[in-house]
């Protein structure tokens, strides 16, 4: 038993770096937790009706190397790989040897991913039936609706999570009321040139029976991997294991799935090699893992932010179940005739909208919506769910392939145009629906305004008789009159050689001030030596001495590029490109129309944070792309500050 791999009469070599692979390894772990969830609540068994919720398992074996199937022949495989890899790239090297050292190990670390109460993979192994979809088409779905998977790539996700790059599936199903089983190993290698030949051999390897077919039945030397119910195990052989990798899973499930766990339609758990198995869901209330500190400490630890979306998630859940929640049933337009928004008004909501698709919240950034804050509005959160087929499989076939965000591009070109449509309205029904229930002041009854009294006060009283002196229009409206100011005349400035005070600035930490102004009108004078220009004879202040960060211009490094973008309201992205090298500082202000403030950095993605600052070293026209974390939530714009040191 063999590893197979297609032979290219055309001589064609696919690289190491496979499209698919490469977008899921950003997130690889949630992505691994979105597509299996997904793909079992989307594959219910109907035997078993709405009452009995989707079980999945996660459960990580320590296996001995003689366990896994064809092992010895995949390692013969990843070793011409290595032979043929060495005039590739730095990453397609470290890549293969990885997995040589795996393919070599005593024990190897497998996950098993189960799923119980689904009607597992129907064979038989050919086209457009699940288990040849799964395994041997991309970019292509079943032709069943009713099934997961919109883009045929979802394979992907479990094998970004092995540094082996090679999964088995196995599943049983029932037909006309006998169980079937079918077995088969996948793996992406290296395409390597045959020796002595214009051919090739392709990435894509089989494990199983002669001419590419699975096993009809797990071979008893791997029985370890057989089914005992109707469902479907995924092993993950290699799997990147992280010391913490079960309070992830239970962090991104929660995250993604919290519909499926608050209407009792999906239980998960997870277990370590000789370890207590913990259930999420069920009799398991899933609501205290939200609360569970470890778990967000761990989300934390990533850059993609997780540890916030698990907080909105939590949001989300209270929308759908405090007594506060408002429902509003609304027609988006024909194709989305039936749809339902839930709104709830929270002091830490994000201002967000989260779409669910069948229990999975597919993303809280719909692309039509409001993209930032609106300061017309309280904070709230909201749900978004469609109710009627058509439009959930609208929505659905413009869903990205990790299921992470909406657009119409997805669609083929004959529908982009009626998928923009559908999108532009949901975005304005949303925002209509927002705007009538969650503006600020909706409820004023109309009553006087008491801050507007200082300024529009009644002399006599309100309701009063006018009294005696008060000043008083006849017809009854206002006259303004207005009177140019009059202004002081400028002060005389002496400017001094400009390089040179430039170098005096930048040098001298604390440098002394500009000298001070005239003496203007008879107002009396500073310190300075000379006399003011204006009508009186005050002469000019003594400049006070600068504080250190003041005396320098925190704006002084020369930046041939400078751009910033706000992500998230305490995220902000730059890319810095300067026109010289050197240590620099990095600052932040919020702006708007009359205030300026600084805004203190908690976190970046390099360098050193201190006091609020972070202090990098740049390269001469190299750019550099930071991310920075405030400790307060970004309300106006923002102003990025860089001083060379």
Not at 48 to 59: A, C, K, L, S, Y
Not at 90 to 119: C, F, M, N, Q, W
Not at 410 to 435: C, F, H, N, S
Request: charged share 25%; proline share 4%; with cysteine.
């Amino acid at each position: 038993m063999d590893w197979q791999f297609d032979e290219l009469q055309s001589g064609n070599i696919e690289g190491w770096n496979h499209a698919g692979l490469a977008q899921f390894r950003a997130g690889a772990l949630s992505n691994l937790v979105r597509e299996t969830l997904q793909n079992s609540l989307d594959n219910p068994d109907p035997e078993n009706g709405d009452e009995v919720p989707i079980i999945v398992r996660f459960i990580e074996h320590n296996v001995d190397r003689s366990d896994i199937p064809g092992i010895d022949s995949l390692t013969e495989e990843i070793l011409e790989c290595v032979e043929q890899v060495e005039s590739g790239n730095e990453e397609a090297r470290k890549g293969v040897k990885a997995a040589l050292d795996i393919a070599k190990s005593p024990v190897i670390k497998v996950l098993e991913i189960a799923d119980y109460h689904t009607t597992g993979m129907p064979g038989p192994a050919v086209r457009r039936k699940p288990f040849h979809n799964y395994l041997k088409t991309s970019g292509d779905s079943t032709p069943d609706a009713s099934r997961g998977g919109s883009h045929g790539l979802g394979k992907f996700a479990p094998l970004a999570n092995t540094e082996l790059r090679t999964i088995f599936v196995s599943t049983r199903w029932e037909e006309n009321g006998e169980e079937h089983t079918l077995f088969q190993g996948l793996t992406f290698l290296l395409g390597r040139q045959i020796a002595d030949s214009t051919a090739s051999l392709g990435q894509k390897g089989y494990f199983g029976e002669a001419g590419f077919e699975p096993f009809t039945e797990v071979p008893d030397e791997f029985s370890w991997m057989r089914r005992d119910a109707v469902g479907t195990s995924i092993f993950l052989v290699g799997w990147n294991s992280s010391e913490k990798w079960e309070m992830s899973i239970i962090g991104h499930a929660l995250i993604n799935f919290f519909a499926a766990f608050q209407r009792n339609k999906l239980i998960i758990s997870v277990k370590k090699p000789n370890g207590r198995e913990t259930a999420v869901g069920g009799d398991s209330d899933f609501r205290k893992f939200f609360d569970n500190e470890n778990i967000k400490i761990v989300l934390d630890e990533s850059t993609h932010g997780y540890a916030e979306k698990f907080e909105y998630s939590k949001l989300y859940l209270k929308c759908l179940e405090d007594e506060n929640t408002t429902h509003h049933e609304t027609q988006i337009n024909p194709g989305i005739n039936a749809s339902r928004v839930s709104l709830i008004r929270d002091e830490d909501g994000p201002q967000r909208v989260a779409f669910i698709r069948n229990n999975i919240l597919i993303t809280d950034r719909i692309p039509t919506f409001y993209s930032r804050r609106n300061q017309q509005f309280d904070n709230y959160v909201g749900i978004f769910e469609v109710e009627n087929e058509e439009g959930q499989q609208l929505l659905r076939r413009m869903e990205n392939p990790s299921h992470t965000n909406l657009d119409e591009n997805w669609l083929p070109a004959a529908e982009k145009k009626d998928g923009r449509k559908a999108l532009v309205a949901l975005g304005e029904k949303l925002k209509a629906i927002v705007k009538e229930n969650m503006s600020i002041g909706g409820n004023i009854d109309g009553g006087p305004i008491e801050i507007l009294k200082e300024f529009f006060s009644d002399a006599a009283g309100e309701g009063a008789d006018n009294i005696e002196n008060e000043d008083i229009n006849p017809d009854g409206k206002f006259k303004i009159t207005s009177k140019p100011p009059k202004f002081a005349p400028p002060p005389v400035i002496t400017i001094d050689d400009q390089e040179q005070i430039e170098d005096e600035t930048i040098e001298d930490d604390n440098s002394d001030g500009n000298e001070g102004g005239a003496g203007t009108q008879g107002g009396g004078g500073g310190d300075g030596n000379g006399h003011g220009p204006g009508d009186g004879d005050g002469t000019g202040g003594t400049g006070n001495r600068g504080s250190k960060d003041h005396g320098k211009n925190m704006d002084t490094m020369k930046l041939s590029n400078k751009r910033v973008i706000n992500i998230d309201k305490k995220v902000v992205k730059a890319t810095l490109t300067s026109s010289t090298s050197g240590p620099a500082k990095i600052k932040f202000q919020e702006v708007g129309a009359d205030f300026s403030e600084e805004l203190k950095i908690t976190g970046c993605n390099m360098g050193k944070v201190e006091n609020g600052t972070v202090s990098i070293t740049l390269e001469e026209n190299v750019p550099v792309h930071v991310e920075l974390k405030c400790e307060n939530e970004i309300v106006g714009g923002v102003k990025l500050l860089v001083r060379g040191e």
